[in-house]
């Protein structure tokens, strides 16, 4: 199993910005998807990033323009640049990894954006 840690969140007032890191243990297919996920109190998870191997990315709409999901050049580590924070954004947010036969998740980092 692939082992992801996530890390990166804490309180910024809307506007601000803030940076999420995913740290992967090991890259062991060739086909894979990692992303980002996130889940508020009361509401069911959703996916708001995601990147594919060969560097395909996707965005929900409410993050598109604002979020932006990366890695470096050897899959160690995975981020999600968000800037224009909004309150609705507060949320725990949790990185994600798919491929075959294997689906792993970071612990989450709590995202709060308020004034």
């Known amino acids: 199993q692939v082992q992801l840690v996530d890390s990166g969140g804490g309180l910024v007032q809307p506007g601000g910005s803030l940076r999420l890191s995913c740290a992967v243990s090991e890259n062991i297919f060739s086909t894979y998807v990692m992303g980002w996920s996130r889940q508020a109190p009361g509401k069911e998870r959703e996916s708001v990033a995601s990147i594919t191997s060969d560097d395909f990315t996707n965005y929900a709409p409410s993050v598109k323009g604002r979020f932006t999901i990366s890695r470096d050049n050897a899959w160690n580590t995975v981020y999600l640049q968000m800037n224009s924070l909004k309150p609705e954004d507060t949320a725990v947010y949790y990185c994600?990894?798919?491929?075959?036969?294997?689906?792993?998740w970071g612990q989450g980092t709590q995202v709060t954006v308020s004034s």
């Open positions: 994600n990894y798919q491929a075959f036969g294997q689906t792993s």
